[in-house]
């Protein structure tokens, strides 16, 4: 071992949609796993699309409308919520839910994470628009906060050219499509290095200990 050399590199895949909660806590609880794993490690996070409602029209709906017919009824919807604003204040993350709120068709967010990532921006990128959705309440379904989100985080005009481009939506497409063929249906899912699949928001020692397996297996 030679010094500067990186002891493993690893390469987290995360599959996710960016209305999805669990996708938002699950980050910041592995930000904490990789921030305990030291400097030895190189890790190298890639964001990689998924539709939670692949069926939502094109204008989005009314979250509490929807969410409220999938989870059986508005009572067991608020419970639902209030557990998750529990959980977020442990993470750090503020939950604001208000019956304003759409749920937005993703399509187009994921052309932008897309275009981030040509730039190597596509986590700040990812972490801004889950600021907005769910803290600020914003409407991601939108191309004007999108490129609000894009240009504050730095991504320049031609990286939003990019994300509404033809070229964009094909790509996106067949991400989408290629990952529905992988059988992964729920969200976030993790694939480290091509080959091993964690799925859910674990907590950051379950992440820890895993990534430290990982990187013994690999090295």
């Not at 889950?130 to 191309?143: C, N, S």
């Amino acid at each position: 071992m030679f010094l500067g050399e990186s002891m493993s590199d690893l390469r987290i895949d995360i599959i996710s949609d960016l209305v999805c909660p669990w996708c938002y806590l699950g980050y910041s609880r592995l930000k904490q796993a990789i921030e305990q794993l030291g400097d030895d490690y190189k890790i190298d996070i890639r964001w990689q699309p998924f539709e939670l409602h692949p069926d939502m029209p094109a204008e989005g709906a009314d979250r509490e409308t929807f969410l409220g017919e999938r989870f059986g009824s508005s009572e067991k919807l608020n419970e639902a919520t209030h557990a998750l604003q529990q959980v977020g204040i442990e993470a750090g993350i503020q939950f604001n839910f208000s019956e304003k709120d759409r749920l937005p068709n993703t399509k187009l967010v994921h052309q932008f994470v897309l275009a981030a990532t040509k730039s190597n921006l596509a986590t700040p990128f990812v972490l801004a628009t889950f600021h907005a959705y769910f803290t600020d309440g914003k409407d991601i379904g939108l191309t004007s906060i999108l490129e609000e989100t894009a240009l504050s985080i730095g991504m320049q005009k031609s990286d939003i050219e990019y994300a509404l481009s033809p070229e964009a939506q094909t790509l996106t497409e067949k991400k989408l499509k290629h990952l529905r063929s992988l059988d992964i249906n729920s969200v976030p899912t993790y694939v480290i290095n091509d080959k091993f699949m964690i799925q859910g928001a674990h907590d950051p020692e379950s992440f820890l200990k895993v990534l430290n397996d990982i990187a013994e297996k690999e090295a």
